[in-house]
């Protein structure tokens, strides 16, 4: 970071650059620089913060008298001496970012994503190496969830092994190479909390560049030298008498086994490709692939090519080989809603950039902004009102959104009445994941060799196509279908306690308690488990960073009362779910039936978080352990291995 010279530029300059940026983080990055409340005044904050034309916090009706101030403490910080700052930041200045009052456990949270002091998840605790039972841990999986839980071990100087099938960091974001493939989360909440950057090149960013991310956070902590890639996990049994886990496996040199104190799920959610249940699936002649398995040595140049599927990956993808192909026919099941976000797929703009660069602590408070006016400030627009009875919507809130988003779809293909009438869903909205909108998709679905078909698919045959209406030959099949959800951990055999079966004790309706903890698998963590999805707000990478916190406070826990084991007490978990199902029900996903992936194989929603972010942050704080039992190994005759 540098402090900015500001001679060389003009007030029309600096404003233009700050019209780039937000200023509600700039004008606390002020006050936290200069000590000065001036620029923090309420009576002047800009309505900022908006989700349809509603102002989330603010009282100006527009911003120039905060740019003002703004340019001001920009020309101000040029000349001044930063070395003795006060790095702190009072309440009054993290109330000021949310616009409004807020609770200790908001201002805690929010001061964990400001991140000053840095890393403020890292454990105040260290393994006892003279502990009779050291403790050790196999982390399934080396995407972002097995990134986060690899670092927190090693901060508290705790043995681990990362087991990973594929050949490199990445998780999904490996798997997943498909054109067009980018996160729709912006890039600034959507990393680490320890390791944040504010030199992204887009706000939303491509595949490649969150892989590389990941890739490069493991090698700077050191994550890569705990790593065997190219091994799978094809069980972990519990072994009751030494409170270990015995996990077999298969690697490059063949199969083996190794002990562990613990095992920690980070494969999370997403990570098995579903296909749909259509008779003759495997008959057809030409290249049939899914789009987490890209098949990249497919030429598509001039092809007649079906696209099963418009979710969040056909949403990238059809825009992106459209222009390629010779015939590209979209075949849509439901349609989904959309959020329009103009800059989707636009790179950084420069006076944001040149704000990161130039002003200290900015790039900390607008990933602290950023994050809060994500995190629950959307809840009323899916939150059940029992009283409403308007088909298509379950609030006057949602009804709003409804209509917003209606009215953003009749502009985009007014002269396309036979496109409009397909692409306008029939359910609420947040009945499904809403997908962010830049006007590619309908430019894309508009053009001459673009088709959108509604119709049901009947079969697959050798050739093509066979809806309830018509057959449709095709040189190329891409299934942009989605993921097994609620399939976790499999095809992983779990064995828990008096010979349980975890997938039989789940049975495709997945629950562990904060989607952590399942009963009577002791020592068995998930990360992203079930009821940990966050569909609106807040990060993956948040949670995630919550749920390895849990996991280190229960390992503290064994260390501290030398006991072999933690196991979910049953009433806890089943407390929790009916809950979570309570909280379900109130929400748009839950009380929909339509058919997504946030609901598992009962019907019961067994993906989502339903709930405030806050309450997930406050709940992982620390290991509750009256909600768990300990259980104490009958024999200390056992090495453990990694």
């Not at 790095?87 to 994503?113: C, F, H, K, N, W």
């Not at 992983?492 to 629950?511: C, I, S």
């Not at 259980?631 to 291995?641: F, K, L």
Request: net charge negative.
């Amino acid at each position: 970071m540098s402090v900015l010279d500001n001679d060389s530029l003009t007030e029309s300059e600096l404003i233009e650059l700050i019209g780039q940026g937000e200023l509600v983080p700039l004008l606390a990055a002020l006050t936290h620089l200069t000590g000065d409340p001036q620029y923090i005044d309420t009576a002047v904050r800009p309505q900022a913060s908006t989700f349809l034309g509603r102002a989330v916090a603010g009282s100006a009706n527009d911003d120039s008298a905060a740019t003002a101030l703004a340019v001001k403490g920009l020309k101000e910080i040029s000349y001044l001496g930063l070395a003795g700052t006060d790095r702190s930041a009072g309440r009054e200045l993290i109330e000021y970012l949310v616009g409004a009052p807020i609770d200790d456990d908001t201002e805690d949270m929010l001061r964990y994503q400001l991140g000053i002091p840095h890393d403020q998840g890292a454990p105040t605790w260290t393994a006892a190496a003279s502990l009779d039972r050291a403790l050790s841990v196999a982390i399934i999986g080396a995407g972002m969830s097995g990134i986060v839980m690899a670092r927190r071990l090693d901060q508290a100087g705790i043995p681990y092994t990362i087991f990973e099938r594929n050949e490199d960091f990445g998780g999904v974001w490996h798997e997943n190479s498909y054109p067009g493939c980018r996160v729709d989360t912006t890039n600034y909440i959507y990393s680490y909390s320890f390791a944040t950057r504010d030199d992204w090149t887009h706000d939303f960013s491509l595949q490649q560049a969150v892989h590389g991310y990941l890739r490069d956070v493991a090698n700077e902590y050191g994550v890569d030298r705990n790593v065997r890639f190219g091994t799978e996990v094809q069980a972990a049994t519990f072994v009751e008498d030494t409170c270990t886990w015995q996990l077999t496996l298969t690697g490059p040199e063949g199969p083996y086994e190794a002990e562990f104190s613990a095992v920690v799920s980070a494969v999370g959610q997403l990570n098995r490709p579903k296909y749909p249940d259509v008779p003759g699936i495997d008959t057809f002649a030409g290249p049939a692939f899914h789009t987490a398995r890209w098949d990249h040595g497919v030429d598509l140049t001039s092809k007649r090519v079906a696209i099963i599927g418009t979710g969040a990956s056909a949403y990238q993808v059809v825009p992106e080989i459209a222009e390629q192909v010779g015939s590209l026919t979209v075949f849509q099941r439901s349609a989904p809603w959309m959020e329009w976000t103009p800059a989707y797929t636009d790179e950084v703009k420069p006076g944001l950039r040149w704000l990161f660069e130039n002003v200290p602590t900015y790039s900390e408070w607008y990933r602290a902004y950023q994050f809060w006016t994500t995190a629950d400030a959307r809840r009323p627009y899916y939150t059940v009102d029992p009283s409403w009875d308007r088909p298509g919507s379950v609030s006057a809130e949602n009804e709003a959104l409804r209509q917003h988003l209606t009215n953003g779809l009749e502009r985009q293909y007014h002269d396309r009445p036979d496109l409009l009438e397909k692409v306008i869903p029939s359910y609420a909205p947040y009945s499904k994941r809403l997908l962010r909108d830049n006007g590619l998709w309908a430019k894309t679905l508009q053009q001459p060799n673009v088709r959108l078909v509604s119709d049901r698919i009947e079969a697959i045959g050798e050739t093509g196509i066979r809806t309830n209406k018509e057959h449709l030959d095709f040189d190329v099949i891409i299934y942009a279908t989605g993921f097994k959800a609620s399939e976790i951990l499999e095809p992983v055999d779990v064995t828990g306690l008096e010979g349980r079966k975890l997938h039989d004790e789940w049975a495709g309706d997945p629950k562990a308690f904060m989607g952590i903890a399942v009963t009577g698998f002791p020592n068995l963590f998930c990360l992203y488990g079930p009821n940990t999805n966050v569909v609106v707000s807040s990060s993956l990478f948040f949670f995630a960073e919550s749920a390895a916190n849990f996991v280190m406070s229960a390992l503290q826990t064994l260390q501290e009362t030398g006991a072999g084991a933690v196991d979910c007490l049953p009433e806890s978990l089943e407390e929790f779910v009916a809950e979570i199902d309570a909280a379900s029900d109130l929400t748009a996903w839950g009380a929909s039936d339509e058919s997504t992936w946030y609901k598992g194989a009962s019907g019961r929603v067994s993906q989502n978080w339903p709930l405030r972010v806050v309450d997930y942050w406050t709940r992982t704080r620390v290991f509750p352990s009256e909600k768990f039992r300990t259980i104490n190994p009958t024999t200390d005759e056992h090495e453990v291995t990694s």
